[in-house]
């Protein structure tokens, strides 16, 4: 089934250290998207990649960088994590050439920081 | 701005009982409407949704209406089973050049056997 995928589903790193987490997609949609989602919260956009011109939410702290290197791969690293960024890291994807509203959702990876 | 305002859970139910939790919109122009599911530990999974005034959506046994004279979409089920307990949102998508889903807050739905 094409679908969007996102790895690993829980991810614990250290307070300051780096870490990546990755999307990919085999629907071969042109837009992707990271959310961050806090407990008992809506989803929060960070950022979409519309093919390879990044779009950068305003309020989406600096720590925060995407990485987009082809169609079906898309890349949330945090340089350098805070207690408050522990969260659920959701990765969305949406096709403009066929409907241009609908988003389809990986099953997400929750970041804990220690 | 777009806003979307859903009913403060969380919402409790029996098995087999009706559900109804409401949503209401402020959008311009016309926008898409969805409601997405979330079950525990889970991403967002896409309901159902209605892109324009009167279009029904459904799917699963819900149900919701986009209602353009009352900016609602709210979801429905006659009867509803442990399995759907999870959270809900409500979302609008207004197209254009703006891609960006604005979602409600989420409602808790816990079912009991």
């Known amino acids: 089934d094409a679908m969007v995928i996102q790895n690993p589903r829980y991810q614990v790193t250290q307070f300051g250290k780096p870490v990546t987490l990755s999307c990919s997609q085999t629907?071969?949609?042109?837009?992707m998207y990271w959310y961050q989602q806090k407990s008992s919260q809506a989803p929060k956009l960070l950022f979409h990649?519309?093919?390879?011109?990044?779009?950068n939410e305003a309020d989406t702290p600096d720590n925060f960088q995407s990485r987009r290197p082809n169609t079906s791969f898309c890349f949330l690293d945090i340089r350098s994590p805070g207690l408050g960024d522990a969260a659920m890291y959701l990765c969305?994807?949406?096709?403009?050439?066929?409907?241009?509203?609908?988003?389809?959702f990986g099953p997400g990876t929750r970041l804990t920081v220690l | 701005g777009n806003s979307v305002t859903q009913m403060e859970g969380p919402v409790t139910l029996s098995e087999e009982a009706f559900l109804t939790i409401n949503c209401t919109y402020t959008?311009?122009?016309?926008?898409?409407l969805f409601w997405y599911v979330q079950y525990p530990g889970e991403g967002l999974q896409l309901l159902l949704k209605?892109?324009?005034?009167?279009d029904k959506g459904s799917n699963k046994g819900f149900e919701a209406t986009y209602r353009k004279e009352t900016t609602s979409f709210h979801l429905e089920k006659g009867s509803v089973q442990v399995s759907d307990s999870a959270v809900y949102f409500c979302?609008?998508?207004?197209?254009?050049?703006?891609?960006?889903?604005?979602f409600g807050k989420g409602t808790l739905l816990t079912v009991n056997p």
């Open positions: 209605a892109t324009k005034a009167d």
């Open positions: 979302a609008l998508n207004s197209g254009g050049s703006n891609y960006k889903l604005t």
């Open positions: 629907l071969n949609h042109n837009v």
């Open positions: 959008a311009t122009g016309y926008p898409s």
């Open positions: 990649y519309y093919d390879k011109d990044f779009n």
């Open positions: 969305a994807t949406s096709s403009r050439d066929i409907s241009t509203d609908t988003q389809y």
